[in-house]
Nanobody
Framework: QVQLVESGGGLVQAGDSLRLSCAAS????????WGWYRQAPGKQREQVAT???????NYADSAKGRFTISSDNAKNTVYLQMNSLKPEDTAVYFC??????????????WGQGTQVTVSS
């Protein structure tokens, strides 16, 4: 059973920084890609950033220049460094592990979400 546990969310002021972490536990052989997504109240979940196991990254326009995604393959952990936070970044942030290889096969997994609130 693979579980993703996120941490690092909280309440900050505009312009502050936060670092989110997401650690995967369980019988994992490999994780090919990670992603961070967010969902604000009344809005659909949107992709924020992704990273593949070879380090290729992709960012939503809203995250470019302010957010940095990174991963530690040995620790099965992904991070999201968020700088210059804005009130519109307020949302529940979810991590996603894709192409996860376990003894049971191939699947993807979601974390439970961590709240990020940015006050103006």
């Amino acid at each position: 059973q693979v579980q993703l546990v996120e941490s690092g969310g909280g309440l900050v002021q505009a312009g502050d920084s936060l670092r989110l972490s997401c650690a995967a536990s369980g019988s994992i052989f490999s994780i090919k890609a990670w992603g961070w997504y967010r969902q604000a109240p009344g809005k659909q979940r949107e992709q924020v950033a992704t990273i593949t196991s070879d380090g290729t990254t992709n960012y939503a326009d809203s995250a470019k220049g302010r957010f940095t995604i990174s991963s530690d393959n040995a620790k099965n952990t992904v991070y999201l460094q968020m700088n210059s936070l804005k009130p519109e970044d307020t949302a529940v942030y979810f991590c996603h592990a894709d192409w996860v290889v376990t003894p049971e096969g191939l699947d993807d997994y979601w974390g439970q979400g961590t709240q990020v609130t940015v006050s103006s």
